[in-house]
């Protein structure tokens, strides 16, 4: 298949140029950031704005690290989805001076030196927007965050006495279930969808799974890494040492857009690497039943 077969009318192409929606724009201070959508409606703007709550930087732009260009594209450009269709993709296309990307709408075209990118979409309703703008936004967020020498990492993050112990993980590995069980419990939830490991600590984001953005609040400044822990289901709760090489391959899973990306691959190695040489790692095993105690462990404590 190629690329875009899934989202794409046969034939479509990039547009050489695009017109914008309006000259609004919103500002979102998040780690490797500024980001600035710019292009939108005012009524676009006032929609992302709620979106994304606090994240939102108030008042005029300032020097931007990221402009997200808003464009119309379409709507003949793009496929309807497939009766059945299950579970959304995106698909990325990498090349040398930039990657492709397609979903349901939308083609987005980020660049390098300086990381630029674009975005043509022909949804109108807003909820829909508003996920297409995310779902933009963590792709450019994954690039952008390794090359300031960070990892967007698909991971469910907690707090316990001020440090953070991160569970990289797939879809279905449990993330969203420990984080709930763990806010109930009184550990602190960061994210149960994606985290940015940066070095020796633990950046949130506004990217949230099975959790409502509501249900995590913001945390502020980046807080330091206790541990790696990788997550299983088991029929009983356990706590066992994970070896480096595999806690490496759980981390490079987990690390997505840019781990099928074979320009990026060597930045994003050396940076897991480090990663793994510093921090213990772990497997926990636990259970529908689990009180959580053993996760206590990660730091050295046990919690009746």
């Given at each position: 298949m190629g690329f875009g077969d899934d989202f794409l009318t046969p034939g479509e192409r990039f547009p050489a140029t695009g017109e914008a929606g309006g000259d609004g724009h919103v500002v979102l201070e998040l780690p490797g950031g500024p980001y600035a959508?710019?292009?939108?409606?005012?009524?676009?703007?006032a929609?992302?704005?709620?979106?994304?709550?606090?994240?939102?930087?108030?008042?005029?732009?300032?020097?931007?690290?990221?402009?997200?260009?808003?464009?119309?594209?379409?709507?003949?450009?793009?496929?309807?989805?497939?009766?059945?269709?299950?579970?959304?993709?995106?698909?990325?296309?990498?090349?040398?001076?930039?990657?492709l990307v397609a979903g349901f709408y939308f083609l987005g075209r980020i660049g390098w030196e300086p990381l630029t990118a674009t975005l043509w979409t022909s949804?109108?309703?807003?909820?829909p927007w508003l996920e297409t703008c995310d779902n933009f936004l963590r792709v450019v967020a994954a690039y952008r965050l390794l090359e300031s020498g960070r990892v967007l990492l698909h991971s469910a993050?907690?707090?316990?006495?001020?440090?953070?112990?991160?569970?990289?993980?797939?879809s279905g590995a449990g993330k969203s279930t420990l984080c709930r069980r763990a806010g109930a419990a009184g550990w602190q939830v960061v994210s149960d969808e994606l985290n940015v490991l940066?070095?020796?600590?633990?950046?949130?984001?506004?990217?949230?799974?099975?959790?409502e953005r509501s249900e995590v609040p913001r945390l502020g400044p980046a807080r330091p890494?206790?541990?790696?822990?990788?997550?299983?289901?088991?029929?009983r709760d356990r706590?066992?040492?994970?070896?480096?090489?595999?806690?490496?391959?759980?981390?490079l899973a987990a690390a997505p857009y840019v781990n099928r990306d074979p320009y990026r691959q060597e930045r994003l190695g050396d940076l897991l690497a480090a990663a793994v040489a510093r921090h213990p790692a772990y497997t926990l095993s636990f259970t529908r039943a689990s009180r959580l105690e053993v996760l206590a462990a990660c730091r050295g404590r046990y919690a009746a």
């Amino acid at each position: 298949m190629g690329f875009g077969d899934d989202f794409l009318t046969p034939g479509e192409r990039f547009p050489a140029t695009g017109e914008a929606g309006g000259d609004g724009h919103v500002v979102l201070e998040l780690p490797g950031g500024p980001y600035a959508f710019t292009g939108l409606r005012r009524d676009q703007a006032a929609s992302l704005r709620r979106y994304f709550g606090s994240w939102v930087r108030p008042g005029p732009p300032p020097a931007i690290a990221v402009e997200l260009r808003m464009l119309r594209a379409r709507p003949a450009a793009f496929l309807e989805p497939r009766p059945g269709w299950r579970e959304y993709r995106l698909d990325l296309e990498h090349r040398p001076a930039g990657v492709l990307v397609a979903g349901f709408y939308f083609l987005g075209r980020i660049g390098w030196e300086p990381l630029t990118a674009t975005l043509w979409t022909s949804q109108s309703r807003e909820q829909p927007w508003l996920e297409t703008c995310d779902n933009f936004l963590r792709v450019v967020a994954a690039y952008r965050l390794l090359e300031s020498g960070r990892v967007l990492l698909h991971s469910a993050a907690l707090v316990c006495g001020g440090e953070v112990v991160l569970f990289p993980g797939r879809s279905g590995a449990g993330k969203s279930t420990l984080c709930r069980r763990a806010g109930a419990a009184g550990w602190q939830v960061v994210s149960d969808e994606l985290n940015v490991l940066a070095g020796d600590t633990v950046e949130q984001v506004p990217f949230t799974g099975d959790l409502e953005r509501s249900e995590v609040p913001r945390l502020g400044p980046a807080r330091p890494l206790a541990a790696l822990c990788r997550l299983r289901k088991a029929p009983r709760d356990r706590l066992d040492a994970l070896p480096a090489s595999q806690a490496f391959g759980t981390l490079l899973a987990a690390a997505p857009y840019v781990n099928r990306d074979p320009y990026r691959q060597e930045r994003l190695g050396d940076l897991l690497a480090a990663a793994v040489a510093r921090h213990p790692a772990y497997t926990l095993s636990f259970t529908r039943a689990s009180r959580l105690e053993v996760l206590a462990a990660c730091r050295g404590r046990y919690a009746a």
